[in-house]
């Protein structure tokens, strides 16, 4: 990936406290775009709590966001909310509305977020297409509870993309999946990310998943997803950064991440299958 890409996602010395707990400690990096990110760290060591900041959720208590150039604290919420309409996000567990269909799931953000400025007649093709990209598209007219969770999971990666984000948000993607599932769904975001050029941060606990994101393309001519040459890979770079009691204690490439001799970060890297 050119050096000079635009940056997409920057935290500065970034300090997140909640009472007298420490959730994010001086957290510096830039993504830029086109890059993936793999988020690995153990249960409360601030991955989620990145995602929610990065999405202005969380105000930082000291450092600073800046999203596509823009810095997060200095917005108003309505430029907010502009921000966030060209950000997706999977949510953990999918957070899809029960009371609604899968049409109207996916249609959410395109009906509810102004900024996006979608006709009404679009909506309908637009939706049709994000479910039909997920492999989902007879099931327009279910609801959640209807499908499994793996599919809800599809279904949720739909409502997440519909809006054609230029920075994707994925909070433990394959969290409570058989592994292939796991696998479906990292071939989704892979899809996603290399179809539009996506800047996709991931949240897992699972390193294969890393390894899916970092190694492999997905070849529109084939429509599939396979190993990526040498080219590819560096065409589209994948980070890997780990969290430890809300410090970014690593960040760097997969061969970097392996030879870690640091028994924390060795403790993700052997969870491979």
């Not at 999405?55 to 430029?79: A, C, I, N, Q, W």
Request: hydrophobic share 40%.
């Amino acid at each position: 990936m050119p050096e000079a890409a635009p940056s997409i996602l920057r935290f500065e010395n970034v300090t997140v406290t909640f009472e007298d707990v420490t959730a994010l400690d001086a957290v510096s990096f830039e993504a830029r775009e086109g890059e993936s990110r793999v988020i690995l760290g153990a249960a409360g060591s601030g991955k989620t709590i990145l995602l929610k900041t990065a999405l202005g959720l969380l105000k930082p208590d000291s450092g600073k966001v800046y999203v596509f150039g823009r810095e997060l604290t200095t917005l108003r919420e309505k430029e907010l909310f502009d921000i966030r309409s060209k950000i997706g996000m999977l949510f953990q567990e999918s957070a899809l509305f029960d009371s609604l269909t899968i049409e109207e799931n996916v249609a959410y953000p395109l009906v509810n977020q102004r900024s996006i400025h979608c006709p009404e007649k679009d909506v309908h093709p637009r939706v049709v297409e994000a479910l039909e990209f997920v492999e989902l598209g007879g099931t327009l007219e279910k609801f959640p509870s209807e499908l499994s969770g793996g599919m809800r999971r599809r279904a949720a990666i739909a409502r997440a993309v519909v809006t054609s984000p230029r920075l994707t948000l994925y909070d433990s993607p394959t969290a409570g999946l058989d592994p292939i599932t796991a696998h479906t769904i990292m071939a989704l975001l892979v899809k996603a990310r290399d179809v539009a050029k996506t800047t996709t941060l991931v949240v897992t606990y699972r390193y294969q998943d890393g390894n899916v994101m970092a190694n492999f393309r997905y070849n529109s001519e084939q429509e599939r997803i396979e190993p990526a040459r040498n080219g590819a890979r560096r065409e589209a770079r994948t980070t890997f950064m780990v969290l430890r009691e809300g410090r970014l204690i690593f960040e760097g490439d997969q061969d970097q991440l392996e030879s870690s001799k640091d028994p924390y970060i060795s403790k993700f890297v052997k969870q491979r299958e």
